[in-house]
Each structure stands twice: as structure tokens, then as C-alpha cells.
């Protein structure tokens, strides 16, 4: 089973400013990672798969990129709805899908 | 619209059963593969279950497998989770959710990647 480890597990940033939110993979998962936004009482909303390719309806300011065991999603010009957490997941070697712990993007 | 909505979720007994169902709407329901997840109270996502668009391959977790049976009825757009020797470590919101799904000619493959979730059903397991 591939461990997927996201860090930090709280940021803390100021609206305007740029996150950056590390997922790491326990061994190489080519680009087949995605990334989702969840808001409290919220379903989970797919905004990266493929590593870098956003999904229908994603702002631009969400950016994925990576490959192989590394992978960071950017948020930049962060705004109110942002705040939330992400998970990443991996899905090159399934089953299990697995997902990391998530990143509670807060505001600073 | 994509459109998946959950049902069937409540409260059992440690040992009971439950069936949780998910309707579909607003795509061609037995081409893609669909899964099922949950999220235990204030924890991260874990995948279910999974089952190819034709009903024809199934994959469990290892929590889950033996307990619980995915199954879908195309022809009512449904996907379902027959959840038995239920457990109090199986309270949880359960999602269903659609894959992305890459189209090779008239045949959708698996990406992995969920594109659309369900709102959610709780499961609570007590007694």
C-alpha cells in the first residue's frame, strides 16, 4: 500500500498571499495523483488529478505540479472560500486508493 | 447536472447491517466506474470499495472486506452498499462518488481520480 504524507497539517495564511501544500508519496506514483478541497459539512470537491491538470470549473489560481514521489498544490492570491482542507491521493497503484492526512489551510 | 444522492444510512447495532444506496443522475450511469468512501468523525477520507462500470469487478478495503458487498443496477442508475457484521469503527459519513473516467473509443477506463461526490449518509454503529 502506498503512505501518502501531506504537510504542514495546519498553514496558516493571510488572504491575498500564496499557500503551498507538500503531499509526499512512499514510493513513486508517476502523475497519477489528484488533490480536494473539503469545507467543513462539506463533500469533497476534486480541483487537480493527473498531477497538474485541473478539473471542470477550477479557478487558475489552483496549480498542481509534481511528479514521482513529490507533489505540491499552490493556491496563490488565496480568498475567503480557500479556506479549507486538501487532501491529495494517489491512484497509480490500486486498490487501496489511498489519501494523505490532509492540510487545514487557515486564516492567519 | 451530475447529481449522486445518497440514502439508506442510520443507526445499528454493532453486528447489524445496513444498505446504503446512491442514485445518479445527469451522465451515462454503466459506463463509469464508481467507488465508495468514508470519513470517520473529524479523521481523513478512506476508500470503500470500488466497481467497474459493468458491474463485473469489484475491490474492497481490507477493513471491509468480507463485510461489506458494492454492487449497481444500471438500469436504475444506482450504486449500492450492502454493509454487514457491522463494527463501532464503521461509523462514519459514506460517500459515493464517480470517477473520472477517460473515454477509449466507447469504453470508459479508469482514471482514479473521483470527479463528482454524493453529499453524504451517516452511518452511526452503537449500541
Known amino acids: 500500500e502506498i503512505v501518502m504524507t501531506q504537510s504542514p497539517a495546519t498553514l496558516s495564511v493571510s488572504p491575498g498571499e500564496t499557500a503551498a501544500l507538500s503531499c509526499r508519496a512512499s514510493?513513486?506514483?508517476?502523475?497519477?495523483l489528484a488533490w480536494y478541497q473539503q469545507k467543513p459539512g462539506q463533500t469533497p470537491r476534486l480541483l487537480i488529478y493527473?498531477?497538474?491538470t485541473r478539473a471542470t470549473g477550477i479557478a487558475a489560481r489552483f496549480s498542481g505540479s509534481g511528479s514521482g514521489k513529490d507533489f505540491t498544490l499552490t493556491i496563490s492570491s488565496l480568498q475567503s472560500e480557500d479556506f479549507a482542507v486538501y487532501y491529495c491521493?494517489?491512484?497509480?497503484?490500486?486498490?487501496?486508493?489511498?489519501f494523505g492526512q490532509g492540510t487545514k489551510v487557515e486564516i492567519k | 447536472e451530475v447529481q449522486l444522492l445518497e440514502s439508506g444510512g442510520g443507526l445499528a447495532q454493532p453486528g447489524g447491517s445496513l444498505k446504503l444506496s446512491c442514485a445518479a443522475s445527469g451522465f451515462t450511469f454503466g459506463s463509469y466506474p464508481m467507488s465508495w468512501f468514508r470519513q470517520a468523525p473529524g479523521k481523513g477520507l478512506e476508500w470503500v470499495s470500488f466497481i467497474s462500470g459493468s458491474g463485473g469487478t469489484t475491490h474492497y478495503a481490507d477493513s471491509v472486506k468480507g463485510r461489506f458487498t458494492i454492487s449497481r443496477d444500471n438500469s436504475k442508475s444506482t450504486l449500492y452498499l450492502q454493509m454487514n457484521s457491522l463494527r463501532a469503527e464503521d461509523t462514519a459519513v459514506y460517500y459515493c462518488?464517480?470517477?473520472?473516467?477517460?473515454?477509449?473509443?466507447?469504453?470508459?477506463?479508469?482514471?482514479?481520480?473521483?470527479?463528482?461526490w454524493g453529499q453524504g449518509t451517516q452511518v452511526t454503529v452503537s449500541s
Open positions: 514510493q513513486s506514483v508517476g502523475s497519477n
Open positions: 493527473g498531477a497538474s
Open positions: 491521493q494517489q491512484y497509480y497503484n490500486w486498490p487501496p486508493w489511498t
Open positions: 462518488a464517480k470517477d473520472v473516467g477517460e473515454t477509449w473509443g466507447n469504453i470508459v477506463v479508469v482514471v482514479g481520480a473521483m470527479e463528482f
